[in-house]
């Protein structure tokens, strides 16, 4: 059986709902966040060296990443559910948006957190400093970049609603949380195709039941 070590508002919820969608049996780890500092607790450590989530064990093995995880689970227990046939160009681009998740749409939402919440960070003195540096940054990249992934989020979905051909896929599982993320704090949920996007997979009952197991989550 997979056991999932989920950490409460976290990416770790979308391999929930992939289990959810999928009707595996599983079982949950949970761990809560530092209240202070948002980080996840070093009990994670013993888990898996980073200390991140999620994380799952099956078999003895031990495997972080989501990407990384969400292949496995379509490789160990899909039977072609969820993704294209293999070797076609539609499998490619799954596999595109499984890396591009991560690698390429979260780092410039990080960004953004951290430019966020960095003046309120440093010491008083230096905070109208700290502040104009992080709205320079903000302004004159974080943003900028931030946009340029919503064009391309919302005229890829303008195709069909999804990301990979014409029905939904582990990609839209896969993409849901950077799209989440940048609605919270990017302005995408203004964007008419990716807000519709959003409402379909949160209606959707496995996503509900991934829920149900995974706790308060923000983004939904």
């Known amino acids: 059986m997979i056991t999932l070590h989920h950490l409460d508002n976290s990416r770790s919820q979308r391999v929930l709902w992939l289990l959810e969608e999928l009707g595996l049996d599983y079982r949950v780890e949970y761990y809560k966040r530092d209240p202070k500092t948002m980080r996840a607790p070093k009990e994670l450590h013993a888990v898996h060296p980073l200390g ?14 989501t990407g990384a995880i969400v292949r496995a689970i ?90 990979v051909g014409d029905d939904f896929t582990a990609a839209d599982i896969m993409m849901s949380f950077p799209l989440e993320a940048a609605a919270d704090r990017g302005g995408a949920a203004l964007r008419p195709t990716i807000a519709a996007f959003l409402k379909r997979i949160h209606t959707r009952p496995a996503y509900q039941r991934a829920l149900g197991v995974g706790g308060p989550y923000r983004y939904a």
């Open 52 to 65: 991140r989530s999620p994380v799952i064990e099956e078999d003895g093995e031990v495997l972080a990443e």
């Open 74 to 163: 379509l490789d160990r227990h899909g039977n072609g559910r969820l993704e294209p046939a293999a070797g076609t160009g539609a499998a490619r681009e799954l596999s595109y948006w499984l890396h591009y998740a991560e690698g390429s749409a979260m780092p410039p939402l990080l960004m953004k957190l951290v430019f966020d919440t960095l003046p309120r960070r440093a010491p008083r003195l230096m905070r109208p400093f700290v502040r104009q540096v992080a709205t320079q940054a903000r302004n004159g990249f974080v943003s900028p970049e931030i946009k340029l992934h919503i064009d391309y989020w919302e005229s890829t979905l303008s195709r069909s609603g999804w990301f």
